[in-house]
């Protein structure tokens, strides 16, 4: 991604009411945030990714953010737990193959970037990384099963 087309997005960012995007390539991610003065800044990180989604217009997805919501109100969040969502509608794999081990169990401490499982979207695999360095407390979805938009998959006491 060139610089020009960072600066175009940091752009439509600041004029529009949408607080973050989260863009993935071949090469890696780059996230923009607004920060609490309300002027966006792009943050970069260059992690390998296996296969990247497609973008969705934030238009979308912020309308499907209310409904996505009532998964979580339904699993109790225990206290100093942090939840690893789904970013995306699909089918979560807690390992790279059937018959390979599972990414991450209950009691395993994580670091941020550290994939934890997968979730297949239109025949594309996704890797889902922790974002928070702790220790798994609880896995909210079985294997295979499908996932919504911001649905938690895990459950994280940040050590």
């Known amino acids: 991604m060139h ?10 960012i600041e004029e529009s009411d949408v607080d973050e995007l989260d863009v993935w390539r071949w090469w890696g991610r780059i996230r ?34 209310p409904a996505a919501e009532a998964p979580s109100a339904s699993e109790p969040e225990e206290a100093g737990t942090v939840p690893i969502k789904s970013p995306m509608v699909g089918t979560m794999y807690h390992a790279a193959s059937p018959d390979a081990p599972p990414y991450v169990k209950v009691g395993d401490v994580v670091e941020p970037g550290q994939t934890v499982c997968i979730v297949e979207a239109m025949k594309l695999m996704n890797e889902i990384q922790a974002e928070v360095r702790g220790t798994i407390t609880k896995i909210l979805v079985d294997n295979a099963q499908p996932v919504e938009f911001g649905q938690p998959l895990f459950l994280v006491k940040e050590n």
Do not use: M
């Not at 970069?44 to 997805?61: G, I, L, N, R």
């Open 3 to 12: 610089f020009d087309e960072i600066q175009r997005l940091v752009q439509l």
């Open 32 to 65: 923009i945030r607004k920060n609490a003065v309300g002027t966006a800044a792009p943050v970069v990180a260059h992690a390998p990714v296996v296969h990247a989604p497609a973008s969705a217009p934030a238009e979308p997805s912020s309308a499907t953010a």
